[in-house]
């Protein structure tokens, strides 16, 4: 079969014609999505009998349909109600949700979708065109490359820290020191798990998500009447579409940073086990460090939203080219794929586009034109799911608690778990009541054990030779970029005050 561009068309009209399947797969994997602890792997696990019966294609249509929806309705709590329920979901709340208090809730679930759709769409098509080079990217990415990566995402800690140096550092320490927990990566040691064996895996990461971020945003929440203002509670009661079309239009304004930022995801996606929370807390690094308002970025910035946005839908796609092109699962939803792919007797590999290259391209297409129909599902919701805000914090706040409790327990179905994230809570209130950013902690909580994992599988490789980290080239130049991306912005900055200080000098003389 050639491949060629009637190939490709016939294909895009092949999976339209599945939009039955397509369809109901969105708005379930949006509600999914939306509800804390729940995900895509989970979902498709509980309906794995149900995707087996089916026939390979349609199947697959289906998973890949739900994967992408998910991944957008994770955004949607994390906005709205300072949930975010997915790692992917971690950096949204640290601009989406300064919005909705200031009544834009609308304009930054607008700016979400349209980032998010985008985002996927570009990185499909590129997957679509790029898949054999971009498999390749594995191979370059070691553990070495990964160090400096997860460094990357920990310098945020340093970016939240420029407003209060001690307590910014302070409380990333404290997250890292958290993320430590459990038994270490070499000989199984437990370590700061006080007896409890639910920790000897690590501090789980949806529990510490949802307490860090929504139970003790709940508890703050509880001492007024509602998120929002009264002022601009009247105000969104009378909202019109014009907020979803200013949504719209300033993220297509902004189509270079959605590109290069969902690129980004695209490559991290590829490296298997990297996953969206790496690649969301990278673009927003990355793009706070590009800006021209570095400043502007945790106060409602519609940049800050489309960065993590565009970057962990980005990630959808570079998920599934190791799956397909090298055998590899790239995540958890990938690796459901592999086992309905291998029931079907499909195979996966170079020989997938050869015997089945209507199959193998086909799961890209599926996505690419998911992504499409959500553009017009999913956008004219936002006017109404930003109503939610609306809501008195008397029943909110309970409804929040306890949703994000179910979503605790659901992962691993331990109580302990429900316990841990009231814990979790009760420290994220008080560190909200005392000046200390939450997101700090999260970012030490999240990539701390990553970065200890890769750290400690390059020294082994290299018998405990700490110059390991300096030994690969893209390493290297990964090094240099992490050092001016810390040291850039306060010289650039330190600049600017200066020349501003010799105009007005010059002007006074």
């Given at each position: 079969m050639e491949i060629d561009a009637a190939f490709f068309a016939g294909l895009f009209t092949h999976m339209l014609?599945?939009?039955?399947?397509?369809?109901?797969?969105?708005?379930?994997?949006?509600?999914?999505?939306?509800?804390?602890?729940?995900?895509?792997?989970?979902?498709?696990?509980?309906l794995l009998p149900l995707t087996l019966v089916m026939e390979v294609e349609v199947g697959l249509v289906f998973m890949v349909a739900l994967?992408?929806?998910?991944?957008?309705?994770?955004?949607?709590?994390?906005?709205?109600?300072?949930?975010?329920?997915?790692?992917?979901?971690?950096?949204?709340?640290?601009?989406?949700?300064?919005?909705?208090?200031?009544?834009?809730?609308?304009?930054?679930?607008?700016?979400?979708?349209?980032?998010?759709?985008?985002g996927g769409l570009l990185t499909t098509a590129i997957a679509l065109i790029a898949m054999p080079w971009l498999a390749r990217v594995g191979f370059y990415m070691h553990s070495v490359e990964m160090v400096v990566v997860m460094l990357f995402g920990i310098s945020l800690i340093a970016a939240i820290a420029a407003k209060d140096t001690l307590k910014g550092l302070i409380a990333g320490f404290f997250g890292l020191m958290i993320g430590s927990i459990g038994a270490d990566h070499v000989y199984a040691t437990p370590r700061g798990t006080m007896g409890f064996l639910e920790l000897y895996d690590g501090v789980p990461l949806i529990p510490a998500l949802v307490g860090l971020f929504a139970i003790s945003e709940a508890f703050l929440v509880i001492e007024g009447e509602s998120i929002l203002a009264r002022h601009l509670h009247d105000r969104l009661k009378v909202s019109s579409w014009k907020e979803t079309i200013e949504g719209t239009?300033?993220?297509?304004?902004?189509?270079?940073?959605?590109?290069?930022?969902?690129?980004?995801?695209?490559?991290?996606?590829?490296?298997?086990?990297a996953g969206a929370a790496i690649a969301a807390f990278f673009a927003y690094q990355q793009s706070r460090i590009f800006s021209r308002t570095p400043e502007a970025y945790g106060t409602g910035h519609a940049e800050g939203l489309i960065a993590p946005e565009?970057?962990?839908?980005?990630?959808?796609?570079?998920?599934?080219?190791?799956?397909?092109?090298?055998?590899?699962?790239?995540?958890?939803?990938?690796?459901?794929?592999l086992v309905v792919m291998q029931y079907q007797g499909v195979g996966v590999g170079p020989r997938l586009f050869i015997e089945r290259p209507d199959l193998g391209y086909g799961i890209f297409m599926a996505m690419f034109v998911t992504y499409l129909l959500m553009a017009f599902t999913i956008l004219p919701l936002s006017r109404y799911m930003s109503r939610v805000t609306l809501v008195s914090t008397t029943y909110m706040s309970p409804m929040i608690i306890a949703f994000t409790l179910v979503g605790s327990f659901v992962p691993r179905e331990y109580l302990f778990d429900m316990y841990l994230a009231f814990a979790f809570g009760f420290l994220g209130y008080l560190a909200r009541k005392t000046g200390y950013h939450v997101a700090a902690i999260l970012i030490g909580v999240i990539l701390g054990p990553l970065l200890e994992q890769y750290m400690l599988r390059a020294l082994?490789?290299?018998?405990?030779?700490?110059?390991?980290?300096?030994?690969?080239?893209?390493?290297?130049?990964?090094?240099?970029?992490?050092?001016?991306?810390?040291?850039?912005?306060?010289?650039v900055k330190h600049r600017r005050l200066r020349r501003g200080e010799t105009v007005f000098s010059e002007g006074e003389g």
């Open positions: 014609s599945l939009w039955w399947v397509i369809v109901p797969s969105i708005f379930l994997g949006l509600i999914v999505g939306a509800i804390p602890g729940f995900s895509a792997a989970n979902t498709i696990i509980v994967y992408c929806a998910s991944r957008m309705g994770a955004g949607i709590p994390a906005i709205l109600v300072n949930i975010p329920g997915t790692a992917g979901a971690a950096a949204t709340p640290l601009d989406g949700y300064p919005m909705v208090k200031q009544g834009r809730g609308q304009q930054a679930l607008a700016i979400s979708f349209v980032s998010s759709t985008l239009m300033m993220t297509l304004r902004r189509w270079w940073h959605v590109t290069w930022t969902s690129l980004i995801g695209l490559v991290i996606g590829v490296i298997p086990g565009s970057a962990n839908n980005g990630v959808t796609a570079g998920t599934l080219i190791p799956l397909l092109v090298l055998g590899i699962p790239g995540g958890a939803t990938a690796a459901v794929m082994k490789m290299s018998d405990g030779n700490v110059w390991v980290l300096f030994s690969s080239p893209l390493g290297n130049t990964l090094w240099v970029m992490l050092i001016l991306a810390l040291v850039g912005p306060p010289l």
